[in-house]
Nanobody, 121 residues
Framework: QVQLVESGGGLVQPGGSLRLSCAAS????????SRWYRQAPGNQRELVAS???????NYADSVKGRFTISRDSAKNTVYLQMDTLKPEDTAVYFC???????????????WGQGTQVAVSS
């Protein structure tokens, strides 16, 4: 089975930076897309950024220009570089990936357990 594990969360001051990592383990034949979501208490889960085959990226308007998603295929790891952090960025951040485990297999979405990001002075 595929497992996703996030790391890099923590407490930072407004204007600071943080880099989140999502490492995938298990049998992975092909990753169609990798995404970062976030959810703050009382809020709906929000799609923050995505990267698809070929490297095309998309961002939520709220983070555009401040966040950067990237992927290291050799390490089966996706990153979210967060700069100029704001208090409203405070949330649990979740990694999501659409993966097929073998040739001819089904495309299945996997989720990490989440990592807490707190932006406060």
């Amino acid at each position: 089975q595929v497992q996703l594990v996030e790391s890099g969360g923590g407490l930072v001051q407004p204007g600071g930076s943080l880099r989140l990592s999502c490492a995938a383990s298990g049998r992975i034949f092909f990753t169609s897309a990798s995404r970062w979501y976030r959810q703050a208490p009382g809020n709906q889960r929000e799609l923050v950024a995505s990267i698809v085959t070929g490297g095309t990226t998309n961002y939520a308007d709220s983070v555009k220009g401040r966040f950067t998603i990237s992927r290291d295929s050799a390490k089966n790891t996706v990153y979210l570089q967060m700069d100029t952090l704001k208090p409203e960025d405070t949330a649990v951040y979740f990694c999501n990936a659409a993966i097929i485990m073998r040739l001819g297999g089904a495309l299945t979405e996997y989720w990490g357990q989440g990592t807490q990001v707190a932006v406060s002075s």
